[in-house]
């Protein structure tokens, strides 16, 4: 990814996160978003995730706050990471092509990947797990 690239994406996240409500901008400051091009390959293999055939656009780590107990001490801070090149692939690129028929990729594609990928990893620290975030449309 391309330094353009970057800022164009890192401008639409700063858009959504500026849209989101304040209480959720305010966790955001508790578990704060880290952006990277694409997430290293020693993380995915730790996730068992094969490079050539699986691509990531998010993950949280640390517990969710529904998992979280007073004992719990000395732990890692909570972070929501985002993959640029994962959410833009998902999205199906930044130029809107026809693909069999279906319209796919353009900028509003890729804004809308990474609000569901935002909101998807937001969901997972307050404790939703994929079935959850599938039925909320977040996955």
């Known amino acids: 990814m391309n330094?353009?690239?970057?800022?164009?994406?890192?401008?639409?996240l700063e858009t959504i996160v500026e849209s989101l409500p304040e209480a959720i901008r305010h966790l955001l400051e508790e578990a704060p978003v880290i952006v990277d091009d694409r997430?290293?390959?020693?993380?995915?293999?730790?996730?068992?995730?094969?490079?050539?055939?699986?691509t990531l656009c998010g993950l949280h780590s640390g517990t969710p706050l529904t998992h979280r107990s007073i004992d719990q001490t000395m732990e890692l801070p909570e972070t929501?990471?985002?993959?640029?090149e994962g959410i833009v692939e998902q999205a199906g690129g930044w130029d809107q092509q026809d693909v069999d028929?279906?319209?796919?990729?353009g900028?509003?594609?890729?804004?809308?990947?990474?609000?569901i990928t935002l909101l998807h990893e937001i969901g997972h620290h307050f404790g939703l797990d994929e079935e959850d975030l599938a039925r909320l449309g977040y996955e």
Do not use: A, K, Y
């Open 3 to 12: 330094r353009r690239e970057r800022e164009r994406f890192d401008s639409i």
């Open 39 to 54: 997430p290293s390959r020693r993380l995915l293999q730790e996730l068992g995730m094969d490079p050539r055939d699986e």
């Open 80 to 84: 929501i990471h985002l993959f640029r």
């Open 101 to 105: 028929g279906e319209l796919m990729g």
């Open 107 to 115: 900028e509003e594609s890729v804004t809308r990947e990474i609000r």
